[in-house]
């Protein structure tokens, strides 16, 4: 692929529905495929389920069916959200998949060709929640382990070990000499603390006779591969390794994850696959957490966000607005309804919606819905323009440094500058003079061709609503490229606009 952009999100556990979460992680992935498509990048967008696992097997066992078919039955859930949610991925991956499968296998067996992989016995503390033996250094004051780790029991058993630990020193110097690695810089140092103290092997095997729901050792079929081994496989799994495409898609551009999941992401992962003699991705991405008026969100409180309530009431771009323009990536947020409608109403409905309702109902009622002829420019034209190309330079910036909350309040000052313009230049004021008409058209012309613009940087952001200006501007059947809004004037004088309706009509609540 010529530009290739290659772009996953982390695969997601199927042993739960989605939540809010798992929707703002997605969507921040869309923006980022979708911007990179404007910009004319050969775009692979990845996400996919998570399906092996002692939580799922326990999970499955709870409801009194065998785990394929709770897999089975739980995948819709998560493939059905994407769409309503505007999601424009290219592949779903499940890992139950026989693809899948043959990759992990194919990778576990060259790594124990290669010596990497070794027997020994395991004797230690173990959580089945997070599936992970744990060490002292995870252990918290008075010689407790954390909560979030659940019931954490001892076990002593024969396991397979991965010789992880030999690349500690490798893993370091490659962070240090990459430091666009691991994002934001605050997450890298906190990785780079983590690789302070021994590493350690790990162990990559489970038994069958406390785990069957797993992808079985090639080399063992008594054991199980560790859940973490076979979902990172999934990134190298989607992208075809094995076959001739693989050297046109990988390696990826950005693994965007939650940030609970980094230490696997940048420690594992990366040690993975320089054992496998595989090309790193250029960069793990880790955003924050999302909170409900202060509290962290819980089933039994009852304070969980649905992404599909939300949809179904303000509409896919709303949530899709709210959620990347609360917080940048990499911050913690925090949900609250009012904060939700505030926006809706003070920034969707008033900024947005209402400057393309000026803006083309006065060219409707000024001149007969024909987009006039542009004319002489004004200093206050000019600031407008220089407002409206200066977001459009700035766009691929934003989008190479995930700086997509930065990009969405670029764009939102546009907006509100021509609302300003508006205001300044007074078109019902000029319309009551014959004798202004061709300034009254060159008024009109810039801010349609302003909301051109807009309708082009708002793409990725809010498809359906950028989908809705360009409809109104007359000008659907073109592409949408970002070229085309890094200048000024391309909207054709002469040309019909659409049916002028409300994007955001307002609401009470």
């Known amino acids: 692929m010529s530009n290739k952009f290659y772009i ?36 692979f967008f990845l996400t996919g389920l998570d399906e092996h696992g002692q939580k799922v097997q326990q999970a499955a066992q709870a409801k009194g069916v065998a785990p394929r078919q709770f897999c089975d039955e739980m995948a819709p859930h998560w493939r059905e959200l994407w769409p309503r949610l505007s ?4 592949d779903f991956i499940r890992t139950t998949e026989p693809r899948h499968k043959a990759v992990v296998q194919s990778l576990l067996q060259q790594l124990y060709d290669k010596g990497e992989i070794y027997t020994g016995e395991y004797e230690g503390w173990y959580s089945a ?30 396991n397979y070990f991965f010789k992880m630990s030999k690349y500690q020193d490798w893993l370091i110097s490659y962070i240090l000499e990459h430091p666009e690695f691991v994002y934001p810089d605050y997450r890298r140092n906190e990785i780079l603390g983590f690789l302070q103290k021994p590493l350690g092997d790990l162990c990559i095997s ?33 992208a075809g390794y094995g076959t001739p495409r693989f050297g046109q898609v990988w390696p990826a551009d950005v693994h965007l994850i939650g940030k609970e999941i980094l230490m696997f992401h940048a420690c594992y992962w990366p040690i993975m696959l320089k054992a496998c003699g595989i090309p790193l991705p250029r960069q793990v991405a880790a955003h924050g957490w999302w909170t409900r008026d202060g509290q962290k969100m819980s ?24 959620l990347l323009r609360e917080l940048p990536v990499g911050s913690d947020g925090d949900w609250t309804d009012t904060n939700f409608a505030r926006r809706y109403n003070g920034e969707l409905a ?61 764009i939102w000052e546009l907006i509100r500058r021509g609302n300003q313009y508006v205001d300044a230049a007074a078109p019902w004021a ?42 109104q501007l007359g000008v659907a059947a073109a592409p949408a490229v970002l070229a085309d809004a890094q ?23």
């Open 206 to 238: 489970r038994p069958k006779t406390r785990l069957t729901w797993g992808i079985p050792l090639p080399f063992d079929p008594g054991h199980v591969t560790y859940v973490w081994f076979d979902a990172l496989t999934n990134y190298v799994t989607a």
């Open 129 to 158: 929640r997070a599936e992970q033996f744990l060490t002292d250094k995870e252990m918290g004051p008075g010689g407790k382990f954390p909560a979030e780790y659940g019931e954490v029991v001892r076990l002593t058993e024969k």
């Open 350 to 410: 008033n900024d947005l919606g209402n400057l393309l309702n000026r803006a083309l109902s006065m060219i409707k009622r000024y001149c007969k819905g024909v987009v006039p002829a542009p004319g002489p420019a004004e200093p206050l034209d000019d600031e407008l323009k220089t407002t409206a190309l200066d977001t459009a330079k700035r766009f691929p910036g934003r989008v190479a440094k995930l700086e997509v909350n930065r990009l969405l309040g670029d």
């Open 8 to 43: 996953t999100t982390p695969i997601y556990y199927v042993n739960d529905r989605p939540h809010i979460g798992h929707a703002y992680c997605t969507i921040v992935a869309d923006v980022v495929a979708r911007a990179h498509r404007l910009m004319g990048d050969e775009v």
């Open 430 to 471: 000029l319309a009551k003079d014959p004798a202004k008409a061709a300034r009254l058209g060159a008024v009109l012309y810039n801010l349609a061709e302003t909301c051109r613009i807009i309708g082009i940087l708002l793409a990725p952001f809010m498809p359906t609503t950028a989908d809705k200006i360009r409809a």
């Open 487 to 509: 200048k000024w004037g391309v909207l054709p004088s002469g040309g019909s606009l659409g049916e002028v309706t409300p994007l955001f009509p307002r609401k009470d609540k």
């Open 299 to 322: 089933k039994s409180v009852g304070n969980v966000v649905d992404p599909v309530a939300v949809v179904d009431a303000w509409g896919a771009d709303a949530l899709r607005y709210y």
């Open 87 to 90: 999601v424009s991925n290219d």
